[in-house]
């Protein structure tokens, strides 16, 4: 019933832009409209890591510290977040997951209750 679905990813050029996004479906439309969005990632040998997050009721964005500007999240139409990551970089490489929470928002995961399957997303010279 409840799926969460990135779109995008794949292998990308180091110095490039990615952009992947992430659709929600199955919730009713009064559970939507307070969703929190986030995106994490996971690269070989490293924790998960909090990468942005987003509230659909606050509008209020969140970004994890090691990014230094080049990742932006936000809505588009259709129950749908972006996740933008710029200046792509070898330390980028990892799978990206994208999740939902119910009860507030921030990169701490266990406050996301739905997760995706998650997408590779593989950043080579």
């Known amino acids: 019933q409840v799926r969460i679905a990135e779109i995008g990813g794949g292998s990308v050029q180091t110095g490039g832009s990615l952009r992947l996004s992430c659709k929600a479906s199955?919730?009713?439309?009064?559970?939507?409209?307070?969703?929190?969005m986030g995106w994490f990632r996971q690269a070989p040998g490293k924790e998960r890591e909090g990468v942005a997050a987003?509230?659909?009721?606050?509008?209020?964005k969140f970004y994890g510290d090691s990014f230094d500007g080049r990742v932006t999240i936000g809505p588009e139409a259709g129950n749908t977040i972006y996740l933008e990551i710029d200046n792509l970089k070898e330390e980028d490489t990892a799978t990206y997951v994208c999740?939902?929470?119910?009860?507030?928002?921030?990169?701490?995961?266990?406050?996301?209750?739905?997760w995706g399957q998650g997408t590779q997303v593989t950043v080579s010279s």
């Open positions: 987003f509230s659909y009721d606050t509008r209020l």
């Open positions: 199955g919730f009713t439309p009064r559970v939507a409209a307070y969703l929190c």
């Open positions: 999740a939902a929470s119910r009860h507030g928002c921030s990169l701490n995961p266990a406050q996301f209750t739905d």
